[in-house]
């Protein structure tokens, strides 16, 4: 008995599930748009089902998952064997790069809900590209910016920064970036970018094996694909500072510092040749070292004797000015100089004058 009432049981079982069962036979429920431009507009697909049951069935629901995909059907019955056909579209404006939504449809048979999914990659058109990658870098590719500006590092550190990236092409590119300085390395993920999709230049700034300290201005020359004769400058920026964090009260207490006679340098009625000069003073307990004294503002150069200064003892930094290469009437230069004083360790020379 208790066998009968098991078999008796797991028949009504396989009746439940079979009057939940699909009646519906769908033949797609899936579609690549592949790539294609944003400027073709709207795009379409035709989902169909058979209706395989006894008895008519209608759609009665279809939600997007999206308001950029709109789904069409009929909501008349389909009679027993006939196709239905579901509509969906996708507007592609303002929505760059890769995409995958999926529509979800509720039919009168009462059958468990069916998802259709949709996903492609659009291809920006350049107004909408630019909105969100504005620098462009070849025919191919648009960056989110014109420069990668590292920040401060502190020396023997390494800091690292991201540059997106957007292949406007219609075609899989492989970047490749050149001409780097020693101290920096830049790796490109993915290494394969398909078309219309993003990508990042990951560049890593090693302070500890650059000569510099202050600002550092480099560049990268990125390419579209290894054999491209085509290709972009990226300029590189880092501001180099020295570590004093480890310095102990005692140390601080001994510690070299940069004293000038003059932070402004004036030459008043610039002349061909014009020449000054302001004096550097180690007043600290320890000897003074000058990392770098430059300037990057036109006609300007400057030069210092000595790179290390004994407790007590002084230099002089001369500034030079060639007036016919100032860009107006007005000198009004900014000399950085760098030292191992951790108190002021960056000291602004203003040099000063007209024409």
């Not at 890769?98 to 996903?119: E, M, N, Q, W």
């Not at 648009?142 to 420069?147: D, I």
């Not at 101290?183 to 500890?208: L, R």
């Amino acid at each position: 008995m208790k066998l009968i009432a098991h078999i008796s049981a797991a028949i009504l079982a396989l009746t439940a599930c079979a009057a939940h069962a699909q009646k519906v036979t769908w033949l797609e429920t899936k579609h690549d748009f592949g790539a294609f431009d944003e400027t073709l507009g709207p795009v379409s697909t035709d989902f169909r089902f058979i209706n395989t049951s006894p008895d008519p069935v209608a759609i009665v629901a279809a939600r997007a998952s999206c308001g950029c995909t709109t789904p069409e059907y009929t909501r008349d019955p389909i009679a027993p064997g006939d196709t239905a056909t579901l509509t969906v579209t996708y507007d592609p404006a303002g929505r760059p790069g890769r995409f995958s939504k999926y529509v979800a449809v509720d039919l009168s048979d009462g059958s468990p809900r069916t998802k259709l999914f949709i996903h492609g990659t659009v291809v920006g058109s350049p107004t909408s590209v630019a909105l969100r990658f504005p620098a462009q870098c070849g025919t191919t590719i648009q960056l989110a910016r014109g420069a990668v500006m590292s920040g401060e590092v502190t020396k023997g550190k390494m800091r690292t920064t991201f540059l997106e990236a957007y292949n406007r092409s219609t075609e899989p590119i492989q970047p490749t970036v050149s001409n780097l300085p020693k101290y920096y390395t830049v790796t490109v993920t993915p290494e394969t970018v398909p078309p219309g999709e993003q990508f990042s230049f990951i560049v890593y700034m090693n302070s500890a094996t650059c000569p510099l300290y202050g600002l550092v201005t480099d560049s990268m020359t990125i390419r579209a694909n290894p054999a491209d004769t085509a290709a972009c400058t990226i300029p590189l920026t880092a501001m180099v500072r020295e570590d004093f964090s480890n310095l102990t009260p005692q140390q601080l207490q001994k510690a070299p510092v940069a004293t000038l006679s003059d932070p402004t340098v004036d030459f008043g009625h610039l002349t061909a040749g014009a020449t000054s000069t302001t004096t550097l003073t180690n007043t600290g307990k320890t000897p003074l070292i000058i990392r770098r004294i430059y300037t990057a503002d036109p006609g300007v150069t400057v030069s210092c004797p000595d790179t290390t200064l004994r407790p007590g003892k002084s230099t002089t930094i001369t500034v030079r000015v060639d007036p016919a290469q100032l860009p107006g009437a007005i000198l009004n230069a900014r000399i950085s100089l760098i030292t191992n004083d951790p108190t002021n360790p960056v000291i602004t020379i203003r040099a000063v004058g007209t024409l």
